[in-house]
């Protein structure tokens, strides 16, 4: 493959991708300058624990395990980029100009909020997860805006910490959405200790509380907003670069010559799927650095495979530990699995028979197994599925 010589790459963003583009560009043998922009105070930390170990006070910190020295990478912590030039290869940062022969963006995602006066908490970084903390205390009367992940996380959490808590979620069933109405049956009884008002919209957050949108006011002493985030694209408005609900990129994140973007920023077409897809998940993050760095040092791309993941996540909410691998549309079949001890896995059947996607309740080795499954494109039958002593690599239709 061959390989350009590029000098100065910035990195742009402090999480997750951004700490892994630094070590893929070292690992695949750039040898020039690599200069890290970060707008937070902190070296690049892991997010998931924030909502976890974080918010239940046993991680004060979830710093990433890079040698930054090692690496020869300039970290410049508390440093906001604020505008992009690809033509002249200039990134502008509220710190002055920087020149760049190569551009990895990765500025991750930025929480929504509701309308509304009201003090309203987000989380998404580790100030926010320390200041949330503080907070929980027991008694406290806390609402939490939105049952999705999120939101579900800071409940339990909340509810752990001996809080009174309440959650309104404006669909009928918790994940509903996102998992359909029979998956939101099974988990709405985990929500037992919790308020959970399905089906109520929320007009703003005024002091003192809630305002819903049929006028009630829910008295809180703490508001969590939960209900999503969008891609932090704000500061490249104006650079020429596409931006559609993220960066858009090829299947091998490159945005534009010199330019690719990583992350929960980046809105990449995946060939797997035939469309455009943002996952805002850990597991994307830590893989895409690595074929975006391959694409940035060889522009001729030689045998670079495109980024192309089957799509993972996992959340610890309300005492269970799921795990979702794939992607399901409404037109799949869903079957359930289910083990004696309680636990289950849906499983959605694409019309040909072949496994589409997998939810996974408590049982974290059936999500290699249903991996194996999706990237094999396996045949399988729905019977011997539905079988918890059938391996679901083994469940393979007859002939
Ligand atoms: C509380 C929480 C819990 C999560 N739990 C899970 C989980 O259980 N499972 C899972 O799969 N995923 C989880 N995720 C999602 C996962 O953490 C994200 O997908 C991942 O962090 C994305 O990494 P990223 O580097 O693309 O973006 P981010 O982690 O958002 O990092 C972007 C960084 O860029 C910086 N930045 C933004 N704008 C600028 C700018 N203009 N200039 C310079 N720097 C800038 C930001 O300050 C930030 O530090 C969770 C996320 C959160 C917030």
């Given amino acids: ?74 970290v410049r912590q508390r440093v906001r980029a604020t505008g992009l030039r690809p033509t002249e290869r200039v990134l502008v940062t509220d710190g002055g100009e920087i020149p760049y022969d190569g551009a990895i963006l990765a500025t991750g995602a930025n929480p929504i909020r509701m309308p509304g006066e009201g003090e309203q908490l987000t989380l998404r970084t580790l100030d926010d997860a320390l200041t949330l903390r503080q907070r929980l205390v027991p008694g406290a009367r806390v609402v939490v805006i939105g049952a999705s992940w999120i939101g579900a996380e800071v409940a339990t959490a909340a509810r752990t910490r001996g809080c009174q808590v309440t959650c309104v979620e404006l669909d009928a069933l918790p994940l509903a959405r996102l998992m359909g109405d029979d998956v939101g049956k099974r988990i709405v009884s985990w929500w037992d200790g919790i308020d959970l008002r399905l089906g109520t919209a929320v007009a703003a957050v005024e002091s003192g509380g809630v305002q819903l949108a049929d006028g009630t006011l829910l008295p809180a002493d703490v508001v969590v907003t939960g209900v999503g985030v969008r891609p932090a694209t704000a500061w490249l408005e104006g650079s020429g670069l596409e931006l559609d609900r993220g960066v858009v990129t090829d299947e091998w994140l490159r945005a534009a010559p010199g330019i690719v973007a990583v992350g929960d920023l980046a809105a990449w077409w995946s060939r797997r799927y035939d469309t455009r897809m943002r996952v805002e998940h850990w597991d994307d993050a830590s893989g895409g650095p690595g074929v975006a760095v391959a694409a940035l040092l060889a522009p001729g791309l030689g045998e670079t495979p495109p980024h192309d993941p089957v799509p993972y996540f996992w959340s610890d909410q309300l005492g269970h530990k799921l795990q979702y691998v794939g992607r399901h549309t409404e037109s799949d079949q869903l079957i359930w699995r289910e083990r004696e001890n309680g636990s289950w896995t849906a499983l959605w059947l694409a019309p040909d028979g072949k496994l589409a996607a997998a939810l996974i309740a408590d049982l974290p080795r059936e999500n290699a197994q249903a991996q194996m499954a999706i990237m094999r494109g396996l045949v399988l039958d729905p019977t011997s599925l539905a079988d918890p002593a059938v391996p679901l690599t083994k469940a393979v239709r007859p002939e």
């Fill in 1 to 74: 493959m061959s390989t350009v010589e590029l000098g100065h790459v910035v990195v742009v963003g402090g999480g997750l991708a951004a700490a892994r583009s630094c070590e893929q560009l070292r690992e695949q043998g750039h040898a020039g300058r690599i200069t890290l922009i970060a707008a937070e105070a902190h070296l690049p930390y892991d997010r998931p624990p924030l909502s976890k170990d974080v918010l239940l006070g046993e991680l004060d910190a979830t710093t990433l395990r890079v040698d930054y020295e090692a690496l020869k990478i300039d």
